[in-house]
């Protein structure tokens, strides 16, 4: 399932961290993370992938959507 920006934005909303955070975490530069979540570009395929599992790494889940995109949500906390 690809990233989209709305996607991107959202998880880091949910998630509470800025662009330079999710850079920082994801290891490309902030101007592609600002460049991509307002639709100037899309990144090359291995950024888009970099920034995907950072977010997932911070805790959140990409999950499709009853007849429409895919859309995302915060990690369930498993207990034991």
């Known amino acids: 399932?690809?990233?989209s920006a709305a996607q991107c934005r959202g998880a880091r909303g949910m998630l509470g961290i800025s662009?330079?955070?999710?850079?920082?975490a994801a290891s490309v530069s902030r101007?592609?993370?600002?460049?991509?979540?307002r639709g100037a570009r899309t990144p090359y395929a291995n950024n888009l992938t970099a920034?995907?599992?950072?977010?997932e790494a911070a805790g959140v889940e990409f999950i499709p959507q009853n007849g429409g995109g895919p859309g995302v949500r915060l990690k369930e906390e498993t207990s034991r």
């Open 1 to 3: 399932m690809e990233l």
């Open 19 to 24: 662009q330079t955070e999710l850079a920082e």
């Open 31 to 37: 101007q592609t993370i600002v460049d991509f979540e």
């Open 51 to 55: 920034i995907r599992k950072a977010l």
